[in-house]
């Protein structure tokens, strides 16, 4: 059981090129979710998913784009990477938020991402 | 709006000893869910402790407890007989019960140093 692992762990990469960022569980969770980390703040929403085949925008939502086509995988692209977007992103994932035992959310290991 | 106050940016405690962090928030909602998430060096998120707004009775994790004053909205972390691998970033979050994103709205974070 690897819980919710993240790909790759650091990557660098140049104004304008793209990428992808990849999630994954194992835990069968419902939802799952994009976050960011700056320096002297804590974790930012990007963007979240409530189901296969769904997402939708969190706080900080631009630049960013995602997708959700199996159930395990929520991806995370860059269409044009800015260094504003330099930070360490997280995913997480959790079941079905109307069960009270079923909202904490189960973190992956992070992603380093430094644009210059 | 949400929002999530730590107020201490960095707190050091004798190993062995015990030492509390403050956590505040502000809302209007009256059923929710509080966290305390350990992030070490190695940047993984680790979930510490989880307190239901609706339950009187302060949460309890071995060395870890919390002291939850609802109507003062505080949520603070107690962590009794404090080992070296207690060092970390510690994040006080706050989720609305219900809620459709199952959003995580953060703190700022505690560096907590443990010293020999």
């Known amino acids: 059981n690897a819980g919710v692992t993240q790909t790759p762990k650091f990557r660098v990469l140049k104004t304008g090129q793209s990428m992808t960022l990849l999630c994954a569980q194992d835990m069968n969770h419902e939802y799952m979710y994009w976050y960011r980390q700056d320096p002297g703040m804590g974790l930012r929403l990007i963007h979240y998913?409530?189901?296969?085949?769904?997402?939708a925008k969190g706080e900080v939502p631009d630049g960013y784009n995602v997708s959700r086509l199996k159930k395990q995988n929520f991806l995370l692209g860059l269409e044009s990477a800015a260094p504003s977007q330099t930070s360490v992103y997280f995913c997480?994932?959790?079941?079905?938020?109307?069960?009270?035992?079923?909202?904490?959310?189960?973190f992956g290991p992070g992603t380093r991402l430094t644009v210059l | 709006a949400q929002t999530v106050t730590q107020s201490q940016p960095e707190m050091s405690v004798q190993e062995a000893e015990t030492v509390t962090l403050s956590c505040t928030y502000d809302?209007?909602?009256?059923?929710?869910?509080l966290f305390w998430y350990k992030q070490p060096p190695s940047r993984q998120m680790i979930l510490v402790i989880r307190q239901e707004a609706y339950k009187q009775q302060n949460a309890t994790e071995n060395r870890f407890s919390v002291n939850f004053q609802k109507a003062a909205k505080s949520f603070s972390l107690k962590i009794s007989d404090s080992q070296l691998g207690d060092a970390a970033m510690y994040f006080c979050a706050y989720k609305v019960l219900g809620g459709a994103t199952n959003k995580l709205i953060f703190g700022t974070g505690t560096l907590l140093a443990v010293q020999p």
């Open positions: 809302t209007s909602e009256s059923d929710y869910y």
């Open positions: 998913s409530v189901g296969e085949g769904t997402t």
């Open positions: 997480a994932s959790s079941y079905n938020v109307m069960s009270r035992d079923g909202d904490t959310q189960y």
